[in-house]
Structures are given as C-alpha cells and as structure tokens.
C-alpha cells in the first residue's frame, strides 16, 4: 500500500471519511458527531493520510494534537481519528501498516501518546489496537458517557 499525507479535505480523503460516516450509521444507528476540521490535521499539529492500491483509494486515518486543555487529555496527546479501510481491501493488514505509520508520525512531531475512541460495534478496531500495545484510558470526547464508548491509549516512544 502506499501512503500519501493528502490532508482532510483532499478529494480521496473526504469519499473515504464519507464511508466511515456510513460504517457509523450501520453500526452504531448514527454518524460520528465529533467536530472535525482540515486544519486539525495540518502540520505541525497533524496530519491526514490516505493509503492506495494499485492507484486506488482503500484506506484512510489521521492524527490531530491534543492537550491537557481538552478534559481527560494530557499536553503531548495525539488523537488518532478515522482509521478507515474499504470492505474489498480488508484483512490483508493495511490498518496495521497505517496506524504503525500514524504512530510514527505522531512520534516524530513530538507527541508523546496517542488516544482514541473507538466502540463496541467495532470489535476488530478494538482487537487491532490492543494487539499493537493500546489500553484502557479515562473516556474523553462528545462519547465519554456512551456506554458503547471505549477509549484507548498508548504511550509512544521519542521521536
């Protein structure tokens, strides 16, 4: 898979955001509510990623910085978001590729742990991120008092 940093309101970026809206909806009965802008994932406080296959869109996910001034987040946060791949391009370990490649990037600006929310209608998120090192963290965001919300955390290695 190759990976481009396209940014969040990039064309490829934005059909595959629109999937995972409609992954949500199937799951969950809604979209994901969660303010969420272009400029949250721009250097140096984020980035935005979409992964191709044979020049084709499959994959996507991001991370934005966060910090202590967001309630039950600590200075150094990254928040890994939309972590996406198409039905047809699943189970070859493409999520796996991205998010070591997110954490990466996180680690290299400088972020110190990387956060996210995900669910209990998502049981292969959950399964993916606690095989690659994530545990339970204090639930922040718009879901922190949904009972399907699960929120997960892990502390990165120095850039």
Do not use: N
Request: negative net charge; proline residues 4%.
């Amino acid at each position: 898979m190759e990976l481009r940093i396209t940014g969040y309101d990039h064309p490829d970026a934005v059909t595959l955001t629109a999937a995972v809206q409609q992954e949500y909806v199937r799951r969950y009965g809604d979209v994901d509510t969660t303010e969420m802008l272009a400029e949250h994932f721009a250097a140096p406080h984020g980035v935005f990623v979409v992964g191709y296959l044979d020049g084709e869109p499959v994959a996507c996910g991001g991370w934005r910085a966060k910090d202590s001034s967001y309630e039950y987040l600590r200075d150094g946060d990254a928040e890994l978001k939309r972590m996406f791949v198409v039905p047809g391009a699943r189970g070859r370990g493409l999520s796996r590729v991205l998010l070591r490649h997110l954490e990466s990037s996180a680690a290299g600006a400088g972020r110190r742990r990387v956060v996210l929310e995900t669910g209990t209608e998502q049981p292969e998120a959950v399964a993916l991120y606690t095989s690659e090192g994530y545990a339970p963290i204090t639930k922040f965001g718009v879901y922190r008092c949904a009972p399907e919300s699960i929120c997960l955390g892990k502390e990165l290695a120095a850039g």
